[in-house]
């Protein structure tokens, strides 16, 4: 999606340098010992051997940034909110209300909170749901690179009202916007629960190959409303729609390529219906824990043929913004491997942005978005298979030590 902006997004800096390190993730299946990584323009330019590499080069490791496929960062300042009784609902309204006491000032401050700790711990892409329309000022000096998904929401799947007016000028508002470097813009109709037909059929219309994110099956009550009207969800949204997500987002022209976040109970035949579809589903496996859910059905996703990626969410339902973390939770919580849990938190959530293929790898010609680690154990200087050391990084959160993002070194 979006080719015709995929390259022009970047503009190129006049950063340049050589770094030399004991490996090089290029990507998930390229691991390249004791080499340098020359970088200008924002881009990488080669990938060479090293010789005499000093003893704090040696002990690291260059590789991609880490592509955060779903957060909320203007929930910095909800850190620490207690998980309330009673599950989900609670839980929502909860955040809303510590939503609606923040001023101006304090978005902004955790906007900055939240992207400031996704640099310093690897995090060079974040795709963040924007619900104040506020994160791109907030980050107008910030390095990284910013997909700002604006969110939309009218309430409900019922009847247009005021708000869905509102949401479809913010939209337009939000699309028309030069968002700059390592910038892009795109929509996030709030949930398949919570926005009309007629405002999913407006932003299909004025999306014009924009990335596209909603929430999709967090909790089994969303599902069974969706079907059927009946549960917990029936007294919060009133009717149901009597189909599933998927299908309303298909039948209103907005599920290709589209990035839906949680996943954890699609109805039955969803995710037939989602295979070629969907840009990729988003598990954030901190959020996951957080709420006691049930395991995450990943192989029934990759079976269907659809990908994942991995995000934190928010501060508000989540210990850190924190990839490694994320990525180790994956591994732990889902099986996986090294190979497989680098993947999902790289290259499966850049296919997702205006700069798919260019960031989430460190191949000649990609961005330079570069994280200097310092593995934990040094048992990977024995030059293990590629595959061990992405195991050795995802098993135990390496030291990040520097940053870059389009070869601008980022200030944590
Ligand atoms: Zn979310």
């Known amino acids: 999606m979006n080719s015709h902006r995929k390259l022009e997004a970047i503009t190129p800096t006049t950063a340049s340098g050589l770094l030399r390190a004991g490996a090089v993730v290029v990507d998930a299946g390229d691991v390249r010992f004791d080499s340098a990584v020359r970088y200008g323009g924002g881009r990488i330019l080669s990938i060479e051997p090293a010789s005499e590499l000093t003893p704090s080069e040696a002990e690291t490791v260059l590789a991609p940034g880490f592509v955060n496929a779903h957060a909320h960062l203007d929930l910095g300042a909800a850190s620490g909110m207690p998980a309330p009784a009673g599950g989900f609902l609670p839980w929502v309204s909860s955040v809303m209300r510590r939503r609606e ?14 992207a400031s700790r996704l640099l310093a711990t690897g995090t060079t892409t974040v795709l963040d749901i924007d619900a104040t329309g506020l994160a791109l000022e907030a980050l107008a000096h910030s390095a990284i690179r910013l997909i700002s998904l604006r969110e939309l929401i009218d309430g409900s799947p019922a009847e247009p009202d005021g708000r869905t007016r509102a949401a ?32 999913l059929a407006d932003l299909a219309r004025v999306r014009a190959g924009a990335p596209v994110a909603v929430h999709w099956a967090e909790t089994a009550e969303e599902t069974e409303w969706m079907l059927s009207g009946t549960g917990a969800f029936g007294q919060w ?10 299908e309303r987002l298909s039948r209103a022209g907005l599920l290709d390529g589209a990035l839906l976040i949680h996943g954890n109970c699609p109805a039955p035949g969803e995710l037939e219906q989602l295979s070629g579809r969907c840009g990729a589903v988003v598990h954030c496996p901190g959020s996951h824990l957080y709420f006691a859910r049930a395991p995450f ?17 928010s501060w508000a339902s989540n ?51 570069i994280q200097r680690l310092r593995p934990r154990n040094s048992a990977w200087r024995t030059r293990p298979e590629g595959g061990q050391l992405l195991d050795l990084l995802t098993a135990v959160e390496p030291e990040v030590q520097s940053v870059w993002v389009g070869g601008v070194l980022a200030e944590g």
């Open 237 to 246: 949204l009133g009717p149901s729609p009597g189909v599933s997500g998927v």
């Open 101 to 114: 006491s923040l001023d101006a000032a304090e978005v902004v401050a955790g906007v900055r909170r939240s």
């Open 319 to 369: 210990a850190d913004l924190d990839m490694r973390r994320e990525v180790r939770l994956a591994r732990e919580t889902l099986g996986l491997s090294g190979h497989e849990a680098w993947r999902m938190a790289t290259e499966a959530g850049a296919r997702c942005t205006p700069w798919a293929h260019v960031t989430g790898r460190l191949g000649v010609g990609d961005a330079a978005d």
């Open 297 to 313: 059905r990943l192989g029934e996703l990759l079976a269907a043929g659809v990908d994942v990626a991995l995000g934190t969410d």
């Open 168 to 199: 479809m000028a913010e939209a337009r508002e939000a699309l028309e916007r030069v968002p700059g470097e390592r910038r892009a813009a795109g929509l996030s109709p709030h949930g398949v629960h919570t926005v009309s037909d007629a405002l």
